[in-house]
């Protein structure tokens, strides 16, 4: 498993390079709260009854990623990669055929998919999608604002499974 790098966004930067670097910020922690752990301890729950693991935190935010920058953003839907109707929180039912591999490389395949589908609006530009729940649209800048709330909500979860697991702890 390689160094994850994480840098802090400039303090002077202009505000969608801020609004960048903070998602992307908060996307590197979680993937540092989740190096050199075994596959066994990524599947880790945090504590009974909840099915909440590190590796589910990874897939479901792969799910947000997606469903914010295709669905809602591009109205690309290409569905759902872990849940479904009939099991809503299935990106955190894991089993001892889910592996940290397929988890992670979904995960970075879905950053590199809203990335490039961001760059093509501006802040204030409307979403061609609507979301699944409301059925508004939404600004670039709301979906950006949004995800930094769901990366580091989540990452306050992936702390505590993380020194759960093996003690470790920090930012």
């Known amino acids: 498993m390689t160094t994850t790098q994480r840098s802090e966004p400039s303090e002077t930067a202009d505000e969608r390079t801020m609004l960048e670097g903070w998602l992307d910020y908060h996307r590197e922690t979680l993937a ?13 729950a945090s504590v009974e009854p909840s099915t909440l693991s590190l590796m589910g935190l990874v897939r479901h935010l792969a799910e947000c990623e997606r469903g914010w ?17 009939e ?9 001892e055929a889910d592996t940290w591999e397929e988890a992670h490389t979904t995960w970075r395949a879905e950053i590199e ?22 059925g508004k649209q939404f600004n670039l800048r709301w979906i ?7 990366y580091a909500r989540h990452n306050g979860h992936a702390d505590l499974i993380r020194e759960r697991i093996d003690g470790a702890t920090g930012d």
């Open 32 to 44: 540092l709260k989740c190096e050199r752990l075994t596959d066994a301890q990524l599947r880790t």
């Open 69 to 85: 920058f295709r669905k809602v953003l591009m109205a690309d839907d290409p569905g759902p990669i872990y849940y479904s109707d």
């Open 87 to 95: 099991d809503p929180d299935g990106e955190f039912r894991l089993s």
């Open 113 to 134: 998919i809203a990335r490039r589908n961001a760059a093509a609006f501006g802040l204030d530009d409307l979403s061609k999608g609507r979301s699944r729940f409301s």
């Open 144 to 150: 950006y604002t949004h995800m930094i709330e769901e």
